[in-house]
């Protein structure tokens, strides 16, 4: 082991670390100063009147900023502006959410959505009670009089504490994309539970979306798929197991601690690339349209949605298809590790593993470093593999 080179990368391969491993975490993703996913975004002099316009209409309440409409309501402790543009940027997550989704004309639920963006984590964790480790969150709540509400909340959580989130250039955009897309299918399916393997596949689909593209164009297709990263978990397998050919009929059965076990990392992976076969073919469309109706029918358990004749026809193009965009990836991924500065990434191997609370991390460690899969599993989050990452490193260097 050379103990100099360790001392001598030390701070930057913390970085490394803490950058790569919530990279790999479920809903996590691009580094501080860079926007969501490499998502162009900017407002014309248009939008900004009427964010001024939205600005000068906002309700001061508990320390938030406040803007009520008919279907949803934005708030947040960041800033006045901040909440303007929030709200803008939700009448195209609608917009464009019902332009790339084949749904029914109305959902099961007058429901309505209620968005709050907190200013640090700390808000958010007292806000909603949601996994330490999360950096966005969604549920339900049919309790209260009058309708549904549909909660969707988040933080910048890729920004150091402290630091003022930008909403074009360094906010995490994409996990109200995520939410807001699992929040909007309760509205249109009710209480009954869509598959975990089709919810999460499209909320995946749809966070790394531009949502000033009208439909689902060739170019832009392309462009989505390279802006996320879920796929490239599969994209690893496959490189491992040519053959690599997964079960549509179970993965559709999938419950949600099925889901949260095992390779949660290659589970989304699958999950989007079922979505994008779904969404970007139009005789798939119709068949996603049909999954989508049979939630529409107010059921309370959980919706069979493909029989075994439509899994049959649909598993073989879908295996195709993952070939194909595994293939294109690939390259991607190639030209990824060309780019890595040779003086922070040499010497290091990847490591990778499952921690105790079901997420997929993937990590570079200096040679000789280690961790199994064992102590993966052992660490209950996120802070506990970085405790032990921390003491791994420490222990090399002593030697």
């Not at 950096?135 to 709540?141: S, T």
Request: net charge negative; with cysteine; charged share 30%.
């Amino acid at each position: 082991m050379n103990r100099e080179l360790i001392h001598e990368n030390l701070p930057r391969l913390f970085m490394i670390l803490l950058g790569l491993s919530l990279l790999a975490l479920s809903g996590y993703g691009q580094d501080e100063e860079n926007d969501y996913y490499n998502i162009p975004w900017s407002w014309s002099p248009e939008e900004l009147n009427k964010i001024q316009a939205i600005e000068e209409k906002l309700k001061q309440e508990d320390g938030f900023w406040i803007y009520k409409k008919k279907t949803y309501e934005v708030k947040s402790d960041i800033s006045a502006r901040f909440t303007a543009e929030t709200v803008a940027y939700m009448d195209y997550f609608i917009t464009t959410f019902d332009d790339i989704f084949p749904m029914p004309p109305a959902g099961n639920m007058l429901a309505k959505m209620d968005v709050v963006v907190y200013k640090d984590r700390k808000g958010y964790m007292q806000g909603t009670s949601a996994p330490e480790w999360s950096g966005g969150v969604h549920w339900v709540d049919f309790w209260k009089a009058g309708w549904p509400v549909l909660h969707v909340a988040t933080f910048p959580w890729n920004l150091e504490e402290g630091k003022q989130p930008d909403f074009c250039n360094n906010f995490n955009r994409g996990t109200l994309q995520h939410e807001g897309t699992h929040a909007m299918f309760r509205k249109y399916s009710g209480r009954a539970l869509l598959p975990v393997f089709v919810n999460e596949g499209c909320a995946t689909f749809f966070e790394t979306f531009n949502l000033r593209e009208k439909g689902t164009s060739q170019e832009e297709i392309e462009l989505r798929r390279n802006r996320g990263f879920h796929m490239e978990n599969l994209v690893r397998k496959i490189q491992e197991e040519p053959d690599f050919a997964p079960s549509l009929k179970e993965c559709v059965k999938w419950d949600s601690n099925q889901w949260g076990s095992g390779d949660i990392g290659l589970h989304y992976g699958l999950a989007e690339s079922f979505a994008d076969y779904m969404l970007t073919d139009s005789k798939n469309r119709k068949v996603f349209k049909k999954i989508i109706d049979s939630c529409y029918k107010r059921r309370m358990d959980k919706v069979q949605v493909l029989d075994e004749k439509e899994i049959e026809k649909l598993e073989p193009g879908w295996h195709v298809h993952i070939q194909k965009i595994a293939k294109k990836l690939a390259v991607k991924l190639e030209e990824k590790k060309k780019q890595e500065p040779s003086e922070t990434m040499a010497d290091m191997t990847p490591s990778e593993g499952v921690t105790g609370d079901g997420k997929t991390v993937r990590l570079m460690l200096p040679l000789g470093v280690t961790i199994s899969k064992e102590e993966f599993a052992a660490c209950n989050n996120h802070a506990e593999l970085m405790k032990l990452v921390s003491e791994k490193i420490q222990k090399a260097m002593s030697h």
